[in-house]
């Protein structure tokens, strides 16, 4: 597949002022860049050095906030270029613990439909909704043949950012699969929480309402941030997901999304989440079969 | 009734302390108090210790009636302030008591005041740190700015300065008419052309009116992008790249002739080019210029940004020297 072929060049350290310091693994996304970026946050996460104050995996680089009256940030960025020969090289033995986890998704619902509507202005196409938009330029004869290539693969949460909670997911798919869209061409100052967005090749959900400028395809009936921790997923932590957490975005019908919203009022969601083992080098060789597995472990 | 009566919230006042660090990983920005040298001042006055939760206003500060005997001290902006009508100076300790109010007049120059009080706000901590953070509606006195008939709950007492204790001169922060800003080029800078760079740091920029603690967005030039074929995942704008995290100071210019600073509640990341990073020490300056001012960048490089931050901080040590003997 066009995947593994992928050749990461050299990483790029920068300066973000004196208090972070932003590292570049590839201008273009791809899962090689995003795992690289994984190992080497992980591993300086283990390290825990004094003067690091967060550390921050983006899709195809990562960001690191640090403390300056503690630790130079040159001092660091020689940290991180040791890091990238020591754990940042992909070898056939490393193996993520992390959970894949079914993602309910109402496609086309009445709520991001009247705001995509409210925004036509700000948008490439006026005269079709966002999700037909995206059919279109994606070359899919009709939108369920979209919401159906949406559901087939899981997704990777490669990035946390923008709000609180808000995860950017890449589709565990080849390059050639890959869905991409542009972002609007002014962003929205409105959008309702939980819509499940699309921008650039990056799915997310909106944590809560606000700005954004991503395609609106639908709404997800849980959330992925609770700054309250009433729902029992969140009561480590106040947003759900976690970096390199597989989501299954399932298409679900009007019924099924009460149903949860209910559960979730109530005060009684959870997610369904299942602990796995992945291996990024055996995912590369052979993503469908590998998919295959993670939604049968999911279902099981 | 340890607590403090809002009888009016001002424009917007929020209650913000050093920030809550170690959440940028999940997109929580620190917030905390913008101007951080005038922040530490208002609670060395109030003889707070460290950085106790106290006021930050926007331009027109709020009016507070004290309940009962407080140390009091207004910085930042430049600003008319009275206490019970009569005309109290800034940086300086006051001794307030019960039925006391402190009011503002109009601003003279920067943007925002701070006010600390002995004993510090004492709203419930959320993720160790009372600093508000709207977005979410967290943190600060329910997640929000203050607002007529507020009661905010204080918290107890340490042994504040003597009454009168004064900031020398030479401490006062100065408000010229156009800010300098040093700014630590880089990040993705590659994007912009030669002269694209140049024309940024030769232009007097002006503060929008979009200018919050979220962000400040500037006019005053147009930048090119290098062109390029977009890379997969970026977005067909040339302003864009693959999301990726935004340092707090950083500048991005979506659309080319928009630069936008982040500050203390902006996003993490994003999908625009930043293309460098305001100083740590310069943010104060940036918190202290308002809608219509204006500001400049210089390119430093990161070693003078540590040595700025380190000089800032000593300058701090010595004046808590004077003022605590």
Known sequence: MAETTVRLPEARYEFGGDEFVFVELDREMSLQANFKAM??????????????????????????????????????????????????????????????????????????????????????????????????????????ELIEAIGSAPFIVTMLGFVPGLPFCYQMVPRERQIEVPKYVRPRTDTPERAFGYGGAFAVVYPVRGAGGYQLFGIAPAPVFDGTQSLPDFHDRIAFPRPSDILRYRPIDRAEYDHVRSEVEAGTFRYRIREVEFSPTAFLEDPDSVNRDLLEELYR | ??????????????????????????????????????????????????????????????????????????????????????????????????????????????????????????????????????????????????????????????????????????????????????????????????????SFLDTTWKVTKDADRIGYRLRGGTIDFVEREQPFGAGSDPANVVDLGYPIGSVQIPGGNEPIILLNDAVTGGGYATVGTVVSADRDRVAQTGTGGYVRFNATDVDSAVQARQDRDAWLHKLRTVLTG
């Open chain 1, 39 to 144: 190992a080497i946050t992980g591993a300086l996460r283990d390290r825990e050095l004094e003067g690091v104050v967060d550390i921050c995996p983006s899709n195809a680089s990562y960001l690191v906030r640090l403390d300056p009256g503690k630790l130079h940030p040159t001092e660091l960025v020689e940290e991180l270029r040791r890091l990238e020969h020591s754990a940042g090289e992909l070898d056939g033995t490393r193996v993520v613990s992390t959970r894949v986890v079914d993602v309910p998704v109402l496609f086309d619902d009445p709520w991001t439909r009247e705001t995509l509507l409210r925004f036509r202005d700000n948008h490439q196409d006026p005269n079709v909704t966002d999700l037909e938009y995206a059919a279109r330029i994606n070359g899919f004869s009709a939108v369920e």
């Open chain 2, 1 to 198: 009734m340890n607590e403090v009566l809002v009888r009016s919230g001002g424009l917007y006042t929020t209650v913000q302390d050093a920030g809550r660090d170690g959440h940028y990983a999940i997109g929580m920005p620190p917030s905390g108090a913008m101007d951080r040298y005038s922040f530490t001042i208002a609670n060395l006055l109030a003889g707070n210790p460290g950085p106790t939760a106290a006021l930050e206003a926007t331009y027109l500060g709020p009016e507070l009636e004290f309940t009962d005997s407080r140390t009091v001290a207004v910085t930042g902006a430049d600003c008319s302030v009275t206490v019970s009508g009569a005309s109290a100076p800034m940086w300086m300790s006051l001794r307030v008591g019960p039925g006391d109010v402190l009011g503002f007049g109009p601003l003279k120059a920067g943007a925002r005041p701070y006010v600390a009080i002995s004993g510090g706000l004492d709203v419930p901590e959320y993720l160790n740190s009372r600093s508000t953070y709207k977005l979410t509606g967290i943190g600060g006195f329910g997640g929000r700015a203050l607002a007529e008939g507020d009661r905010v709950p204080l918290g107890q007492a340490q042994d504040p300065p003597a009454e009168g204790t004064t900031v020398p001169e030479e401490f006062l922060p100065e408000f010229p008419d156009v800010v300098e800003l040093r700014l630590v080029v880089g990040l993705c800078s590659y994007r912009l052309t030669e002269n694209a760079l140049d």
